[in-house]
Structure formats: structure tokens, C-alpha cells
């Protein structure tokens, strides 16, 4: 699944809105597009946990295609829990989590078993360090000389 700037924006709003509670929701399909479907969070602790309310649920499977889980944490974690992972692999549902203190969303794809983190800042740090490993393969006796993006 594609996490599209609109879905980026829509989960963003949702979490500030319910903050400092965690927000909850679901990406559903239809008509050859994703919509955010927002979700109460029924959680006993929704400042800790998030727990999808089931009728809201029920909605959002009557509406189309249930593709991905979403939910926020507004403190300083950006990293899913093993409960997350674990409910993601087992619904075989993609995972999104949206840190606002950070500004950052993360993905969890139950396919790849992988956790990526979206923020640019991470993604110049690799293309760096992939150029610089090409850089030395094919020209081992340079000297390297690249820019530090901080």
C-alpha cells in the first residue's frame, strides 16, 4: 500500500485532533482509491493503548476494502510495539503510526516483516551512504570527498 501525502494529512489531522489521546482508524479501498476512515479509540487507557471501536469497524468493512490499520502515539516514540507487529502480521493488514511529537510516520508491512520510517532527513542519510558504498566499489583509489547533510 501506497502512503499517499492526502492519507499523510488526514492521519495527521486525526492525531491532533484526539491528542494526547491516541488516535486509531483504517485505510479502506474503494473505487480504485484509499480513504481514511477515522475510528474511535475505545481503549481503556487511550492515552497508552488504541483499541478500534468495533461498530466502527463494521462501517468501514461495509464500505469497501480494509487495507491498513493506522493509530498515533503523541509521545516520543516513532517504533511499533510487538502487539502492533504481532496484530499486523496476524490480520496480514499494513500498519501505519504517525508520531506527532517527532512528525514522523512509520509503516509496517506484515509481508516484508520490515518497519520503515518516513522522514527525509533518514532517506538522504541512505542514498549517502548507498553512493558512497558504490563510490568505492568503482572507484577504489579516489579519495572520497561528499557532503555531511545534517
Same mark, same amino acid.
Given at each position: 500500500? $501506497?502512503?499517499t501525502e492526502d492519507i499523510k494529512k488526514s492521519i495527521k489531522m486525526h492525531s491532533l485532533k484526539e491528542a494526547p489521546k491516541e488516535c486509531c482508524g483504517l485505510i479502506v479501498s474503494r473505487d480504485d482509491s484509499n480513504q481514511v476512515f477515522n475510528c474511535r479509540n475505545v %481503549? #481503556? +487507557?487511550p492515552t497508552k493503548?488504541? %483499541?478500534i471501536c468495533t461498530l466502527d469497524y463494521v462501517r468501514a468493512s461495509d464500505s469497501g476494502d480494509? $487495507?491498513?490499520v493506522y493509530h498515533s502515539h503523541p509521545s516520543t516514540s516513532e517504533k511499533f510495539s %510487538?502487539?502492533?507487529m504481532l496484530n499486523s502480521k496476524g490480520h496480514d493488514l499494513f500498519y501505519i503510526l504517525y508520531n506527532i511529537e517527532k512528525d514522523i510516520f512509520s509503516t509496517f508491512d506484515p509481508k $516484508? +516483516? $520490515?518497519t520503515f520510517i518516513h #522522514?527525509?532527513?533518514l532517506m538522504i542519510f541512505h542514498w549517502q551512504r548507498n553512493m558512497t558504498y558504490y563510490f568505492l566499489k568503482w572507484f577504489p583509489e579516489e579519495k572520497l570527498i561528499m557532503p555531511v547533510y545534517t
Open positions: 500500500m $501506497k502512503l %481503549s #481503556d +487507557e493503548h488504541f %483499541s480494509i $487495507k491498513a %510487538s502487539y502492533d $516484508k +516483516e $520490515k #522522514d527525509k532527513r
